[in-house]
């Protein structure tokens, strides 16, 4: 099954097209999440291999760990993508889908930094730390 939906960064200079079959989406909230994100946590959301297509390239890029670059438009800031090296299976920003609906959080990883009174998205698998098992 194909679903294919567009996405763009704010200012609309990044744009994607992405098949969400097989996708996965959750909340991480880790600190560099919540400081890249300005904000509680991020939510990303991931597709099998070959199922991103850019339109146009996000063209800025920040290390901010060893495990990982975010890429971001240079333009507007907008953060796009988690990228892990070889572990990269296409993570964006979930709130870059020019149509987000339909889709469920359905993990949470780095909760041991979630913040005080925010209660765990319901039926959605809860992690403290990071996980490859989703
Ligand atoms: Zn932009
Ligand atoms: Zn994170």
């Known amino acids: 099954m194909v679903d294919l939906r567009a996405g763009s960064c704010l200012c609309?200079?990044?744009?994607?097209e992405i098949n969400l079959d097989g996708h996965r989406t959750g909340n991480c909230h880790c600190r560099d999440c919540q400081k890249n994100g300005g904000g509680p946590f991020m939510t990303f959301t991931t597709v099998p291999q070959g199922q991103l297509r850019w339109l146009s390239r996000p063209d800025g890029a920040a290390r901010a760990s060893n495990k990982a670059v975010r890429r971001f438009c240079s333009h507007c800031g907008t953060p796009m993508t988690w990228d892990g090296g070889e572990n990269d299976n296409n993570n964006v920003s979930t709130g870059t889908l020019d149509d987000p609906s339909g889709l469920a959080i359905s993990y949470e990883i780095f909760t041991r930094s979630r913040w005080a009174g925010l209660p765990p998205v319901p039926?959605?698998?809860?992690?403290?730390g990071g996980t490859s098992q989703y």
């Open 123 to 128: 039926g959605a698998r809860q992690y403290e």
């Open 12 to 16: 609309g200079a990044v744009r994607y």
